[in-house]
């Protein structure tokens, strides 16, 4: 990939430099589109089950709570898996292959893990705005409340894998995670 085509955008999740996180009524889970509109994938809570579910509804207990989630690309692949396991998120590759960890670190802090060791951190400012870093402290990306429902990623230079992928698992998945109820 050209320095040019990332300015310009790649046209995935993982290639454009804006990501606008959409939080729409009756949507399953949140959508991601470019700066310019375009559908770039979704998030959607996964795997769990009718039972967990009937708890969740008639409990409203955090225990029962969903906590898988799909990242998919616009043809509605899955591309990440974020699964919520004790008091940290684990995140795969769609074929169940591991990446690495999202570890809270305190109230607002999230440390974003690949093979054992750090790979970058989420600060959580506030609702809908973080800043990521790498593992150097360096911000690679941003993210700001945009309008009404909407928040916007702003990812400073193309990274590679695994920071990549726990940033845009982070990014897309963190906010919905925390919210309440």
């Not at 009718?50 to 409203?60: I, S």
Request: aromatic share 6%; net charge positive; glycine share 12%.
């Amino acid at each position: 990939m050209t320095s040019g085509s990332r300015h310009a955008g790649g046209g995935t999740l993982f290639t454009e430099p804006f990501l606008v996180v959409s939080h729409r009524a009756g949507a399953p889970g949140p959508g991601v589109r470019d700066q310019h509109g375009r559908p770039l994938g979704s998030v959607a809570e996964a795997d769990h089950g009718t039972f967990r579910k009937a708890l969740w509804a008639l409990t409203g207990s955090a225990r029962f709570r969903p906590n898988c989630f799909a990242v998919r690309d616009s043809g509605g692949s899955v591309v990440l898996k974020v699964r919520a396991h004790d008091s940290h998120f684990l995140v795969t590759r769609a074929d169940g292959t591991p990446i690495g960890g999202i570890v809270p670190d305190g109230p607002d802090r999230f440390t974003l893990t690949a093979h054992g060791r750090p790979a970058g951190v989420l600060e959580h400012r506030r609702t809908r705005e973080f800043s990521i870093t790498d593992a150097s402290g360096r911000e690679v990306a941003r993210a700001a409340d945009g309008d009404g429902r909407d928040y916007v990623v702003e990812v400073f230079a193309q990274l590679t894998d695994p920071l990549a992928s726990l940033m845009l698992a982070a990014a897309l998945t963190v906010d919905t995670a925390l919210r309440p109820g």
